[in-house]
């Protein structure tokens, strides 16, 4: 009977075990880089890099006593932002140290104006991060680190690699480093925001932005054409066909536009949408495209 009752408990537990076992999650050390090309498709620039790396050719961020939080849900339907910042502030809250995700983007490459960043975890869970939220970051959201090491475990620690908002304490009124729900409302555009729902509200939950176990980080480019260098001016579709005869940007088609093109043409070819610049129509950037914008001029 005991006996009987025994090898039932033990059935349930290695059931249980089966079922527990593929969720625990498992610390993350190599990190995927990759930067697409226009078509957002084809790979323009990618490596494989792991923390050791990281520890040893890039900055460290965090300074081992800062704890960093990340606000959870309010679960109160009439309070959902918590702008005072004082509900379920602990969800998450570590002292890490890690790299910063734009000092990972250069790696292959960089981010450009209005291209965003995909953070992917080894379960396949993602979120996507803005330019903005990368290389200009708002003080209250802080600069969004891989955190590799935590003051509980170490390097040993099961969460990393985490991303993390190293906030800073204007937006706590116990000066705390909280990225809390309203931080995240003002400080990210709204396709970005995190939301924990119940089968009645939806509540925002910074917390849901702090993926675990990262193991890829992919630059989309924005459809948008970027300025020629050295130019800091954006190239002009005048006669709004598509295509940008106003390569410098400076509102006229002009020769320059001509001897830009002609002395860029590998870097247009490398990084601009292709059919803003195909001029001839036929999916690549060559000289018959600086003929026919010669011609258009
Ligand atoms: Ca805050
Ligand atoms: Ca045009
Ligand atoms: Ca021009
Ligand atoms: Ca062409």
Redesign the pocket.
């Known amino acids: 009977m005991i006996a009987g009752r025994r090898s039932v408990a033990l059935m349930a537990f290695s059931v249980l075990l089966s079922v527990m076992v593929p969720g625990v999650s498992a610390q993350t050390t190599s990190l995927e880089l990759v930067r697409y090309g226009w078509d957002n498709t084809t790979v323009a620039e990618s490596t494989t890099v792991n923390v050791s790396w990281m520890k040893a050719n890039l900055p460290v961020m965090g300074d081992e006593v800062t704890h960093y939080h990340f606000q959870g849900p309010t679960f109160i339907p009439t309070d959902l932002w918590n702008p005072a910042e004082d509900v379920n502030l602990d969800k998450i809250n570590e002292t890490v140290k890690g790299t910063a995700l734009r000092d990972l983007c250069e790696v292959v490459g960089g981010m450009h104006p209005g291209d965003e960043v995909q953070v992917r975890a080894a379960d396949g869970f993602k979120k996507r991060l803005n330019y903005t939220n990368v290389y200009t970051p708002p003080s209250r959201q802080g600069e969004p680190i891989l955190a590799w090491w935590n003051a509980r475990n170490g390097d040993e620690w099961r969460d990393g690699m985490r991303l993390f908002f190293l906030a800073d304490t204007s937006s706590n009124p116990k000066g705390w480093h909280i990225f809390g729900n309203e931080d995240m409302r003002i400080c990210l555009s709204p396709s970005y925001w995190h939301y924990f729902s119940d089968s009645e509200t939806n509540y925002p939950s910074a917390a849901g932005l702090s993926i675990s176990n990262v193991v890829k980080l992919e630059i989309f480019r924005s459809p948008n054409p970027l300025p020629l260098p050295p130019q800091q001016v954006i190239p002009r579709d005048l006669d709004r066909d598509g295509k940008c005869e106003d390569v410098n940007g400076n509102g006229r088609r002009d020769f320059a536009d001509v001897v830009l093109y002609f002395n860029q043409m590998i870097w247009i070819a490398e990084n601009e949408p292709?059919p803003a610049?195909?001029?001839?129509?036929?999916?690549?950037?060559?000289f018959?495209?600086i003929v026919?914008l010669f011609e258009m001029m």
Request: hydrophobic fraction near 35%; charged fraction near 35%.
């Open positions: 292709i610049f195909d001029f001839n129509n036929n999916n690549r950037i060559d018959a495209d026919r």
